[in-house]
């Protein structure tokens, strides 16, 4: 924090957008930009409960100048890696045998430090918080009920790309495009193939034989564990909130569209024909080899990049704080919209967005309580 990380001095650089040649000092004023939370989420009913104070300047000095705290006024938990600290809120009888964090702070004793400010690293992930207490339970399901995306412009475009798919159609939620994700590609997506043909109430010997008739050459000189169904640990968390059965999906889905692939013309085969949306980070979706299998499965799998109509108004869109133009950073919120409204979806094993798009936003925008986890 001691750096300077905001924008200030730099506001001759909001008029270089486009531009071939840039000042140094402006090279990367455009990569990133800051907007309000409640410019994304409706934070109403949190505010009502708890203060909050919007920070735009993360620098120590504006710490100090304007809310009077000084460097020992504020305890810091430094960490070095998002697993570093979990949190909770009893003390356990014995040290867990699995455990996610490296180290679990006593959330009470947190409550107690004689410091005004409590400096945290990152809070990724809300399963962070191992909760016991009911009432603290209450507040962390608030909050990140909460966190389902509000706004306006999003929401407007995402409903008119709920309703070209049409009422009924699959969500899968996709990370692939980097780090642990981008190496696990194939086995998250072939995970995520079997259980979106689960969702279409196809049984394990139907899948094992489309599986091998559909991708008979990938399998030939495949690892032995590829050749038989895939595990499927059960989702407790979400088992202890139940919802109403689904809604039944078409017999023989007419999708609104015109879909990309052929159709399916076998009888036992046209459920494949639903409409499928695809929330990726893959850059050209597609093309893309780990992806082949569902576009392959699906021939009605339409990407973002399917709907710019619906999208074009975002372009317009700039941040109040420094002009940099907003429509390249909504994509991924729009993706988790969308497929967060659709009949059933799929995420992506070990992401917490895909959580975050099955247990708040699905939930949410269905009616139903949300899940939670830790």
Not at 94 to 113: F, T
Not at 160 to 169: E, F, H, K, N, T
Not at 249 to 272: I, N, Q, S, V, Y
Not at 313 to 325: E, F, M, N, Q, Y
Request: charge should be negative; include cysteine.
């Amino acid at each position: 924090l001691a750096e300077n990380s905001s924008k200030v001095g730099l506001e001759h650089c909001r008029d270089l957008h486009g531009a071939e040649e840039r000042p140094e000092e402006c090279g990367d004023y455009f990569e990133y930009t800051n907007v309000p939370w409640d410019w994304l989420v409706d934070l109403s009913d949190v505010k009502a409960k708890q203060r909050l104070l919007s920070r735009w300047n993360l620098t120590d000095s504006w710490l100090e100048d304007v809310l009077g705290i000084t460097e020992n006024d504020t305890y810091i938990l430094r960490d070095v890696d998002r697993n570093d600290y979990g949190f909770q809120d009893f003390i356990p009888r014995a040290k867990p045998v699995s455990r996610k964090y490296l180290e679990y702070v006593y959330i009470p004793s947190l409550a107690n430090r004689p410091e005004r400010l409590l400096q945290l690293g990152t809070l990724f992930g809300s399963s962070r918080l191992h909760l016991r207490n009911k009432q603290n339970s209450e507040i962390r399901r608030r909050i990140r009920q909460a966190m389902t995306f509000t706004n306006p412009h999003l929401v407007a475009a995402a409903d008119a790309i709920r309703a070209a798919l049409g009422s009924a159609y699959l969500g899968a939620h996709i990370r692939i495009g980097d780090g642990l994700f981008e190496e696990a590609g194939v086995l998250n997506v072939r995970l995520i193939w079997w259980k979106l043909l689960l969702a279409l109430g196809f049984d394990e010997q139907d899948i094992t034989t489309l599986e091998r008739t559909l991708f008979a050459e990938d399998l030939d000189d495949a690892d032995p564990y590829l050749l038989s169904p895939p595990y499927i640990a059960p989702d407790i968390p979400s088992l202890r909130v139940p919802h109403p059965p689904l809604p039944p999906l078409p017999t023989h889905p007419r999708p609104p569209l015109r879909c990309p692939g052929p159709l399916h013309t076998r009888a036992h085969l046209a459920r494949l024909n639903t409409p499928l949306f695809l929330a990726t980070d893959a850059p050209a979706p597609r093309a893309h080899p780990a992806l082949a299998r569902i576009v392959q499965t699906f021939p009605c799998t339409f990407v973002l990049a399917d709907f710019g109509p619906a999208t074009a108004g975002l372009g317009a869109l700039t941040s109040a704080a420094d002009g940099v133009r907003l429509a390249g950073f909504l994509g991924p919120f729009l993706d988790a919209m969308v497929a967060g409204c659709a009949w059933a979806v799929v995420g992506t094993e070990g992401s917490t967005f895909s959580a975050f798009v099955g247990d708040v936003l699905w939930r949410t925008y269905h009616g139903w309580e949300i899940v939670q986890r830790g």
